[in-house]
């Protein structure tokens, strides 16, 4: 089972950007498509973003198509997650996950969870 650890949330103004990063352990990294998910408060986590193993697909939820973008350097055993034009209603904690397809991880099915960041954007 691979272990994921994610970093680069913060505060951030509206319009802001912010990348974060999930490392992973383990030598089966490249043959897991990973995902980032989001819990904010009081609502349950919902996808975010998912990337192939070879990070020739991804899949976006609606509302950060055109400003999220997913990618993943199977060389580092790291997947990012760059968030650009920020709002307020981003402001949640940030999960990656590890799964055995993108489809799977669409539908919450994952092997692998990080323990999460957070990110906060003010108005």
């Known amino acids: 089972q691979v272990q994921l650890v994610e970093s680069g949330g913060g505060l951030v103004q509206a319009g802001g950007s912010l990348r974060l990063s999930c490392a992973a352990s383990?030598?089966?990294?490249?043959?897991?498509?990973m995902g980032w998910f989001r819990q904010a408060p009081g609502k349950e986590r919902e996808f975010v973003a998912v990337i192939s193993w070879s990070g020739g697909s991804t899949l976006y939820v609606d509302s950060v198509k055109g400003r999220f973008t997913i990618s993943r350097d199977n060389a580092k055993n790291t997947v990012y997650l760059q968030m650009n034009s920020l709002k307020p209603e981003d402001t949640a904690v940030y999960y990656c996950?590890?799964?055995?397809?993108?489809?799977?991880?669409?539908?919450?099915?994952?092997?692998?969870w990080g323990q999460g960041t957070q990110v906060t954007v003010s108005s």
């Open positions: 996950a590890a799964g055995s397809g993108p489809r799977m991880l669409v539908a919450g099915i994952s092997e692998s």
């Open positions: 383990g030598r089966t990294f490249s043959s897991y498509a």
